[in-house]
């Protein structure tokens, strides 16, 4: 089964390509299931303790597709918050997505908007890094190859959701069997591939910008909420690597 680091060599000329392809996009997608599995059952949990149903915590899944959002939703419900605050909340801790689809619009300009759009709406954090570091190997990305990807998570999450709630009354501490460490788990990954990825010299230059995210971090989270500090850090971040580029 080629890797996402084989198709380096790969060629990038037109045409189909095996390490472009629906199947290979699947494959690319499995190491990170495990980190989907697990906070999508800690969620389905979550969100049945707070006295949603099975159903309610799937269609959560199906039409908010964001862990952190659905996570917050969950919260903001059960403690009677009113829906403008639900809403203006979940577009909050959403806005990093548009970033995320930002960087990888310029590499998928080929195809339909439509069909563009639906990369977008399916793209997760976990999805990007798979993405970027295919990136970092290829150079390319392929419209077949990204709907494998998205598509395998997508359907794992909603049932790894679906499973924690029809579960969740015989599970009362997830973070007993470790499942709250598996997202952070996932991310650590996802970052070492990156790193490992990296020219020789632009390796130093990303590891400055993580110890900016870092700092940022640090300055903004005694002020304000850790959602907002996260997107200000992300935000700052991007800004000051795309101008220090090279």
């Not at 290979?24 to 979550?46: E, K, N």
């Not at 499973?163 to 460490?181: C, K, M, T, V, Y």
């Amino acid at each position: 089964m080629p890797s996402i680091y084989e198709s380096a060599s790969a060629s990038t000329g037109a045409g189909t390509n095996a390490s472009d392809s629906f199947l290979q996009g699947v494959r690319d997608c499995l190491p990170t299931l495990l980190g989907y599995l697990g906070i999508g059952f800690a969620f389905g949990i979550v969100a049945v303790g707070s006295g949603l149903s099975v159903l309610e915590a799937g269609l959560l899944a199906v039409f908010v597709y964001a862990g952190a959002a659905q996570f917050v939703m969950v919260g903001l419900l059960a403690a009677g918050a009113p829906l403008s605050a639900v809403i203006l909340t979940t577009f909050i801790v959403n806005l990093r997505h548009l970033l995320m689809s930002l960087a990888i619009a310029p590499h998928l300009t080929r195809y339909p908007l439509l069909r563009t759009l639906g990369f977008g709406a399916l793209l997760t954090d976990e999805t990007f890094g798979v993405a970027t570091v295919r990136l970092g190997a290829t150079g390319r990305l392929s419209g077949a190859w990204m709907d494998g990807l998205n598509v395998t998570a997508y359907l794992c999450w909603i049932a790894a959701c679906v499973l924690g709630a029809a579960g969740g009354r015989w599970i009362e501490h997830p973070e007993a069997l470790g499942l709250d460490f598996a997202l952070p788990a996932m991310f650590a990954a996802l970052l070492v591939l990156q790193l490992q990825q990296a020219p020789r010299g632009k390796l130093r230059h990303r590891l400055l910008l993580l110890g900016c995210v870092a700092a940022v971090m640090a300055a903004c989270l005694p002020v304000m909420p850790s959602h907002l500090a996260v997107l200000v850090s992300t935000v700052l971040a991007a800004a000051l690597g795309a101008a220090t580029d090279r």
